[in-house]
């Protein structure tokens, strides 16, 4: 794995990519940076207001800059569900490599289950997945896209990692 590599995990809340990306970050030795986490840390009281989700962006830019700046690779994981915040992203990472996106998704009866069990830091609900649903403009770049199960986690990661690993040797040949 080329050092400075940079994922991005996105999808609607319960898909399980928070799950997936925790886990992707160990195997790639990357610096996990967790939108949730990152609300939780800038903001005692959370409104989930558009200024504060452009807080939460910037500053998981900063963390990403700061990561690059050590030559560490770096798992990003949130709903990215807005075409404008994915594109800030990829806007600066043009000259530093770019950027892999994986999409998560699942099953709805799943997701519901899922969104029904307390998580470390997420507080979003079914409700919350219903709303960010109807707002997700789709990602129309080439990125991988799995399927989460309450099993396959495994299976995941080895097609992520494969993708990965095909997609940074395209990038070195070129």
């Known amino acids: 794995m080329i050092r ?4 991005i995990v996105f999808g609607l809340p319960g898909s399980g990519k928070s799950y997936f990306a925790g886990r992707l970050a160990k ?14 840390d800038l903001f005692k009281k959370r409104s989930y207001s558009p200024e504060e989700k452009d807080a939460v962006y910037r500053q ?3 963390k990403l800059t700061e990561a690059l700046n050590q030559k560490r690779n770096v798992v990003l ?3 990215f569900h807005k075409a404008d915040t994915r594109e800030l992203f990829i806007k600066e990472m043009e000259d530093k490599g770019g950027i892999q996106f994986i999409e998560v998704t699942a099953k709805e009866d799943i997701i519901r289950d899922r969104l ?13 997945y219903q709303l960010i649903s109807r707002q997700f403009e789709p ?4 990125h991988l896209l799995l399927e989460s199960t309450n099993e396959n986690i495994d299976d995941m990661l080895l097609q ?15």
């Open 116 to 128: 029904k069990e307390e998580r470390p830091y997420s507080e979003a609900d079914f409700n919350i």
């Open 77 to 79: 994981d949130a709903t």
């Open 60 to 62: 998981m830019l900063s």
């Open 27 to 40: 195997n790639l030795d990357a610096v996990y940076i967790n939108s949730d986490q990152v609300r939780m």
């Open 160 to 174: 992520a990692t494969a993708y990965l690993k095909n997609t940074n040797d395209n990038r070195t040949d070129q």
């Open 139 to 142: 990602f129309t770049r080439p």
């Open 4 to 7: 400075g590599t940079v994922v």
